[in-house]
């Protein structure tokens, strides 16, 4: 058993197709057969169903590629402790984060993180923080940068808090409470709103501080990005609640302060393990020493 051979099945899993594997490997389909046929010999086991129309895991397959994925994970890691050792950090380096964080300039620390690290391969997710916990939990991301609720914080992972804040209501230019300069989250009772999905962390600090006041409110629209928030609240069909200190990129939407606002915490987090080479200095990067990421 080869890790080409478990790099080609984890590719054609993810492509379902074996021509656009054998293009990502950039290995001509016949080679890239072969070796998964040979692969499944050895096993003993068929590891795709295969037609014309479309190629998809067996249960054997099924269990096969998380053991593969783990297999090539490990392998890189050895190869960027290798090279870190010798002075040169390199590898993948996995990163989550809400769409709303504001406590790092994240595009910014990224190319300066790249301008030095040039040979680090970066990939970026941007999710829910209860999503990002457990990937960063299970080892398929690096760090994350999450939004959560008072008093609530990530488990099964390291981490430090980065900045605390809270959220504000945001209208239309031709809504009635637009200008007005502190209002209590009763007078929002009656609107109708624009949030996140129900149970994300997102929306559960709204929905726990409108329960503290005794107000119901309806959540008309759910969508998961604050872009799509804004251009709803546009066109005056909802309200919405978005963190204070994101609300600058919105120049155009008024922003109306309340006085039992909802508050909010923003996370770093990252592996209880030992962090990657890419992933320690980037944590660097951010400030958060050695000591601190694996104690």
Same mark, same amino acid.
């Not at 054609?12 to 054998?22: G, I, K, L």
């Not at 050895?78 to 790092?104: C, D, M, N, S, Y």
């Not at 999503?131 to 080892?139: F, K, N, P, T």
């Not at 998961?224 to 609240?233: D, G, K, V």
């Given at each position: 058993?080869e890790?080409?051979?478990?790099r080609?099945?984890?590719a054609?899993?993810?492509?379902?197709? $074996?021509?656009?594997?054998?293009e990502?490997?950039?290995?001509?389909q *016949?080679?890239?057969?072969?070796?998964?046929? !040979? +692969?499944? !010999?050895?096993?003993?086991?068929?590891? $795709?169903?295969r037609t014309?129309?479309?190629?998809?895991?067996?249960?054997?397959?099924?269990?096969?590629?998380?053991?593969?994925?783990q297999a090539?994970?490990?392998a890189? !890691?050895?190869?960027?402790?290798?090279?870190?050792?010798?002075?040169?950090?390199?590898?993948?380096?996995? &990163?989550?984060?809400?769409?709303?964080?504001?406590?790092?300039d994240l595009?910014?620390?990224?190319?300066?993180?790249?301008?030095?690290?040039?040979a680090?391969?970066?990939?970026?997710?941007s999710?829910a @923080?209860?999503?990002?916990?457990?990937?960063?939990?299970?080892?398929?991301?690096d760090?994350?940068f999450?939004?959560l609720?008072?008093?609530?914080?990530?488990?099964?992972?390291?981490? !430090?808090?980065?900045?605390?804040?809270?959220?504000?209501?945001?209208? @239309?230019?031709?809504?009635?409470?637009?200008?007005?300069?502190r209002v209590p989250l *009763?007078?929002?009772?009656?609107? =109708?709103f624009?949030? #996140?999905?129900?149970?994300s962390a997102?929306?559960?600090?709204s929905?726990?501080?409108?329960?503290?006041a005794?107000?119901r409110?309806?959540?008309? #629209?759910?969508v998961?990005? =604050?872009?799509?928030?804004?251009?709803? &609240?546009r066109?005056g069909l909802?309200?919405?609640? +978005? =963190?204070?200190?994101?609300t600058?990129?919105?120049?155009?939407?008024?922003?109306?302060?309340?006085?039992d606002?909802p508050?909010?915490v923003?996370?770093?987090?990252? *592996?209880?393990?030992r962090?990657?080479p890419a992933?320690?200095?980037f +944590? *660097?990067?951010?400030?958060?020493?050695?000591?601190e990421q694996?104690?």
């Open positions: 058993m890790l080409q051979q478990m080609y099945v984890v054609v899993a993810e492509t379902r197709n $074996f021509t656009r594997a054998a990502q490997c950039r290995v001509v *016949s080679a890239l057969s072969h070796q998964i046929a !040979r +692969l499944e !010999r050895e096993l003993g086991a068929k590891l $795709f169903d014309s129309r479309r190629v998809r895991l067996t249960p054997a397959g099924e269990a096969f590629l998380p053991a593969a994925r090539i994970d490990a890189e !890691r050895a190869r960027a402790e290798v090279a870190a050792a010798a002075g040169e950090i390199r590898g993948k380096l996995a &990163i989550g984060t809400i769409p709303t964080v504001t406590a790092v595009p910014v620390a990224l190319k300066r993180f790249h301008l030095r690290h040039r680090v391969r970066i990939t970026l997710r999710g @923080s209860e999503d990002m916990i457990e990937r960063v939990r299970q080892g398929t991301m760090v994350a999450l939004g609720p008072l008093g609530s914080r990530p488990k099964g992972v390291r981490g !430090r808090e980065l900045a605390r804040g809270e959220l504000v209501a945001v209208v @239309s230019p031709g809504h009635p409470l637009a200008g007005a300069e *009763s007078r929002l009772a009656d609107e =109708p624009v949030d #996140f999905p129900a149970g997102g929306r559960i600090q929905d726990d501080a409108f329960a503290a005794g107000v409110r309806e959540v008309a #629209f759910e998961s990005t =604050p872009e799509f928030m804004a251009r709803l &609240i066109e909802v309200i919405g609640m +978005l =963190p204070a200190a994101f600058p990129a919105l120049p155009d939407l008024p922003v109306v302060r309340l006085s606002a508050g909010r923003e996370h770093l987090i990252w *592996s209880r393990f962090p990657s992933a320690s200095a +944590l *660097s990067a951010l400030g958060v020493p050695v000591a694996e104690s």
